[in-house]
């Protein structure tokens, strides 16, 4: 493999900012330092830019079955979209139907995914439960590196667990040094609300915001804290949009719970005006669970982002055509759940972040990239400027600009939720595992280049509680001097 010299850059890390060339060789961060020698290395010109870690999106769904219907990016598009955005790694979720192995979904994901153009990894959902899904947990943890499990506490009678199925596979997560993510809105209420809509007549768009107010969301992120308190396992909430939500996660925060919030991208920009517009396909088009808020709750969001009570921005990238989101028509209830973002977060992020001066460069590393390496525990491999770490590097411009438009993107769909936003920060180069793909503009990916990223169980955290539970178990107090019983 080529030797590449980023020269003349800023390296920003979550922690540090300095001026220093990297060298890149057989794929990893061979050196980093002032005025390195050539060498015949390909030279890379980074000058007024910022070396930082490739972006990690901990949040996807590619090719994904729902609702009748499969996500349109597949492993090909959506990491070229990613790419393109700066994004070197994502981790999509392997989806096992009611009642199938745990195993036997990770074949077909195994299956999807030799198409990637960058690295992936996967989390693993709870979709039902039983012994065979207690017993499979262990395998897909030790022999698969799978450490993360997902849990959908909404879409009632697809995905959905139930409470006792929740403490159940926690607990299990638990004794396998293991993370359980939640889907956190009450699907028993969404239900409900959706039928109540639909009989009033309120079968538009707009009827899927009013089926999701912020409360079932902050309702169920405080279940799913308490039961993963009582489980004594760390929690990761994904897609936290609401300040109940954020309420629920930074009081468990300082209470000395280690709860992750993830906010993502639409909702941090995009509001619930959307939801109100005139045009059918425009509102369907930002039909996604739980839906964009009001302005509040995006400035919520950003102060967690600011105060670090919420700890990296995602996409939940999960893009539908607009002929898909049509099977909606008449019923809010069909639209297919799910917007696009990926080749989008990082420079939304730097433009609304960093350039309206609410994050810094650092912050902007620690949420996009250093936080999820560190809870994903494949930090510093991932996520780092290091020797030694993976060459995913992203050589960001600050004063490249463009227009976001369906026209120009990668994504296999027909629009962009962020049509006409103007964007000032972009990558000039992006390199997956040493490869420059992003030259200038140019997209050079190459399908099959991602490798699948295997993720060790029993990080720090996960000791840390077993090791406070073990301390605070259920001792049996043993008495002299027993009376004997009254019956
Ligand atoms: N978020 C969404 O609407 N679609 C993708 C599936 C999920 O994450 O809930
Ligand atoms: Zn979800
Ligand atoms: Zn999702």
Redesign the pocket.
Known sequence: MTTTLIRNGTVVTADLTYKADVRVENGRIAEIGPNLSADGATELDASGCYVMPGGIDP???LEMPFMGTYSSDDFESGTRAGLAGGTTMVVD?CLPEPGQSLLEALKRWDNKSTRANCDYSFHMAVTWWDKQVWDEMETVVKDHGINTFKHFMAYKGALMVNDDEMFASFQRCAALGALPLV?AENGDVVATLQQKLLAEGNDGPEGHAYSRPPEVEGEATNRAIMIADMAGVPLYV??TSCEQAHEAIRRARQKGMRVYGEPLIQHLTLDESEYFNADWDHSARRVMSPPFRNKQHQDSLWAGLQSGSLSVVAT?H?AFTTEQKRTGVGDFTKIPN?TGGLEDRMPMLWTHGVGTGRLTPNEFVAVTSTNIAKILNIYPKKGAILVGADADIVVFDPEKEKTISADSQQSAIDYNVFEGKKVKGLPRYVLTRGKLVIDDGAVKTEEGHGKFVKREPFQAVNKALSTWKELVAPRKVERSGIPASGV
Do not use: A, L
Request: with cysteine; proline share 0%; net charge negative.
């Open positions: 949040h996807v769904h979720f889907h994904v897609h939940d999960c799910g």
